[in-house]
């Protein structure tokens, strides 16, 4: 079994990374927008809130997002273990997935920090061509993750549950890295 939580800004390649060890572990890369998009095409009940919210140009609210994390890992697929990307984004959050997997007698075994320099991100994600992907919007994305995200990594770190990884790497080396540290994990 399996359970992780992937931290990292923008473009460190948390979605890429955790895509690839959650196929390999044979469990679910959890990541909230795919969550929301598979809840409004199957047109749940949750699926169908989030869907007003956003044909008004809304943002959906933290507690429908939670709602879905919770109807997500409680499926049957996520049972054996799960790759969290990009949740929590905040200690708020995570206080919330404590409870949660309380309730479901489960725990997280590790939460990985993608660790990359801003100027790296920065390139990277210019490199990708989107439109949205102007430089001054990048790192303004990069401060609201940094303000959000720094007191997470601290609360994490506190409980001894965070490793941190050096993202600035070839690809296949964090792949290496991320391998090594799941078997160490499951030995325990």
Known sequence: MVRLIFLGPPGAGKGTQAY??????????????DILRSAVTQQTELGQKAQAYMDQGELVPDQLILDLVRDRLGQPDAVPGWILDGFPRNVSQADFLDRVLQEMSQTCDCVVNLDVP?????????????????????????????????????FYEKREQLETIDGNQ?????TAELHKLVDRKKQR
């Open 170 to 174: 070839a690809l296949e080396i964090v």
């Open 20 to 33: 690839s060890l959650a196929g390999n572990c044979g469990i679910p890369h959890i990541s909230t927008g």
């Open 118 to 154: 801003d100027e790296v991100i920065v390139g990277r994600l210019l490199n990708r061509g989107r439109k949205d992907d102007q430089e001054d919007v990048i790192r303004n994305r990069l401060e609201v993750y940094r303000k959000q995200t720094a007191p997470l990594i601290d």
